[in-house]
């Protein structure tokens, strides 16, 4: 049952270029969309998020897009250094037709920015 | 800054005995959560917890767990009988509020079921 897709395990990008990552979801009844950083041996470390109602997001060198006619979200980074190189998981929520928030997480995209 | 801590980092156990995992949530939050991660695969949630009582499960989480947070500080989770197939990475998170903001996660622990 894959709710949330991350259709690409794996990214590499040029420091200082766009990094973009891409999610898919199935379920409609999501209305709330985060994005995740993952570094080996660590918690997930929340870096975004986007509600149903925009269509974008942006905080300093991350950008989140919703496109919900597609069902389909991506997160930019730009320009992506080193240090952002890591597993990032999409996740999703029915906040408000959920019992709680529970997060719906997608399979996660290995991104590795080369120097 | 305040963060979710979890111990132990790391959790050998034989197949059959139980394990508690614990965690310290952030201090104002008010709903708890616990995933798992088994390797190779994606993070699943388990259990969330609000008002001292589970608001929701995953049929992964079925008798041989429980979650409790005894003190009003501490948040555990007990396997009763751990299984093989129970080795995974255990993250606890916790959040303000249920609404539109995001969960806080640990570091987790890993559990290992020899």
């Known amino acids: 049952d894959q709710q949330v897709k991350q259709n690409s395990p794996s990214l590499s990008v040029q420091e200082g270029r766009i990094s973009i990552l891409n999610c898919d979801y199935t379920n409609s009844m999501f209305d709330y969309f985060l994005w995740y950083k993952k570094y080996p041996a660590e918690g997930p470390t929340f870096l975004i998020s986007i509600s149903s109602i925009k269509d974008k997001n942006e905080d300093g060198r991350f950008t989140v897009f919703l496109n919900k006619s597609a069902k389909h979200l991506s997160l930019h980074i730009v320009p992506s250094q080193p240090g952002d190189s890591a597993v990032y998981f999409c996740?999703?929520?029915?906040?408000?037709?959920?019992?709680?928030?529970?997060?719906?997480f997608g399979t996660g995209t290995l991104l590795a920015v080369q120097p | 800054e305040p963060e979710v801590t979890q111990t132990p980092s790391h959790q050998v156990t034989q197949m059959g005995q139980e394990v508690i995992l614990r965690c310290v949530p952030i201090s104002n939050h008010l709903y708890f959560y616990w995933y798992r991660q088994i390797l190779g695969q994606k993070v699943e949630f388990l259990v969330s917890?609000?008002?001292?009582?589970?608001?929701?499960k995953s049929e992964i989480f079925d008798d041989q767990f429980s979650v409790e947070r005894p003190d009003g500080s501490n948040f555990t989770l007990k396997i009763r009988s751990t299984k093989l197939e129970d080795s995974a990475m255990y993250f606890c998170a916790s959040g303000y509020r249920g609404g539109d903001t995001e969960a806080f996660f640990g570091q987790g622990t890993r559990l290992t079921v020899v």
């Open positions: 996740a999703a929520s029915d906040i408000y037709g959920g019992a709680t928030n529970k997060l719906i």
């Open positions: 917890f609000y008002n001292n009582e589970i608001s929701e």
